[in-house]
């Protein structure tokens, strides 16, 4: 590999964040550019691609702001990967990567979808993950540097997190000598109705997380994932329900607007019998049964599908397991509801809706990656693309959602 510094104009915004340019021919993947940027570029050169380090501008763009994080500069923190960039900017780069996605991943001629913006662009945030590191008898609480995976610096501020999320960070700093007697953990406070809960990954043994819950009382539950084992509720307040410890909104008033739109194109399809695969907490199935739909709601996580089990109306059901091994039997169904994680639906699950006797007259597919649905939608050629919108969920990142819907191709 080969390094030099080279002149590259960069144009566009890849799907990470990186702003994209070329020299010599070679495509060049630069942090922290933003088009229309006239940059010298260190480049560590592959034989297809190269990587780059911004060394100076020789002309800036008018797409660039002064980032309000001072972590994003100082410490080259790879929480945000955006920051910046103008607001409207992100939002046109983050639609131009759907469009780029679909086209050249799923192979359908779509144009780059709008992108609802937040109304909240910073602390909007409800959740925080933080690595921690132990530094002689101290601990570091924070996030990696972008171009370091390992190292970890300590954060003092997160602009896009709720002041509410990081006043349950500062409540659990002095309790870190009550967590496991590890060299390094990775904590999460994630703010619910009921209050903030917390999932510590990590360590062999707690003996002390009664002590660390009790001198918390911010905390509604504390769930623990040891290196070896499944997560499982350590402690919960007198009263709270029990939901899945990896169920929250980060954003809610755009989850909430995003909802509202899958609802409104599952309805115009009038269907009497949906799949809501990849559950959650059954925000979507809940009131498509209400209405008197027969909803086979199908989700892996058992407490998230105990917690709405008995608010749906019958004959509407729900199961827990996994989606692909369950599909196949809940078809038919005139429309199927798809939310997977970032790594998409398993090949099987795309396989039964190619395949299906009775295609459903729709397939609503949340994304919140936009590489993994072109991939999935290239796995399904007998759907076209009716409709696409993306929701701007979190401003200052590279992450978009996108609601796709698919049809069948002779509706």
Request: a positive charge; charged letters at 25%; glycine letters at 8%.
């Amino acid at each position: 590999m080969t390094r030099r510094v080279a002149r590259v104009e960069i144009a566009s915004v890849a799907a990470g964040g990186d702003g994209v340019g070329r020299t010599d021919g070679m495509v060049v993947f630069v942090p922290r550019t933003a088009p229309g940027d006239v940059a010298l570029v260190r480049l560590a050169a592959g034989r297809r691609f190269a990587r780059g380090q911004l060394e100076s501008l020789e002309q800036a763009s008018p797409l660039r702001v002064e980032p309000a994080c001072p972590h994003y500069v100082v410490d080259r923190c790879g929480g945000c990967q955006i920051q910046h960039l103008a607001y409207d900017a992100q939002l046109s780069a983050k639609g131009a990567i759907i469009g780029d996605a679909l086209r050249r991943i799923g192979k359908r001629p779509v144009d780059a979808p709008v992108v609802e913006p937040s109304d909240a662009q910073w602390r909007y945030r409800r959740k925080l993950t933080l690595h921690l590191r132990r530094a002689g008898t101290t601990w570091i609480a924070g996030l990696h540097p972008y171009d370091d995976a390992v190292a970890v610096f300590d954060l003092h501020d997160c602009p896009i997190t709720s002041e509410g999320v990081l006043a349950v960070w500062a409540e659990l700093r002095p309790l870190f000598r009550l967590l496991p007697d590890e060299s390094a953990l990775r904590v999460a406070v994630r703010l619910t109705e009921q209050g903030a809960s917390v999932v510590v990954e990590g360590g062999s043994a707690w003996p002390t997380a009664d002590r660390f819950f009790a001198q918390a009382p911010s905390l509604s539950e504390l769930w623990w994932r040891p290196e070896v084992g499944r997560l499982r509720r350590l402690a919960a307040r007198e009263g709270g329900t029990r939901v899945g410890a990896s169920f929250v909104q980060v954003n809610a008033r755009v989850a909430a607007a995003l909802r509202g739109h899958v609802l409104a194109r599952v309805r115009s399809h009038d269907p009497r019998r949906v799949v809501d695969a990849y559950a959650g907490l059954g925000d979507t199935a809940i009131p498509l049964a209400a209405e008197g739909r027969t909803v086979v709601a199908i989700e892996l996580d058992r407490d998230a599908v105990e917690s709405f089990r008995d608010r749906l109306r019958a004959p509407s059901a729900a199961i827990a397991g996994r989606v692909e091994d369950h599909l196949s039997a809940a078809l038919p169904a005139d429309v199927v509801i798809l939310n997977p994680p970032r790594a998409g639906v398993d090949a099987q699950v795309a396989e039964a809706l190619e395949s299906a006797a009775r295609p459903p007259r729709a397939i609503i597919y949340v994304s919140c990656d936009p590489a993994t649905l072109a991939r999935d939608v290239a796995r399904m050629p007998r759907y076209r693309v009716a409709s696409l919108r993306a929701y701007d969920m979190f401003p200052q990142t590279a992450h978009v959602e996108t609601v796709c819907e698919l049809v069948p191709e002779a509706a």
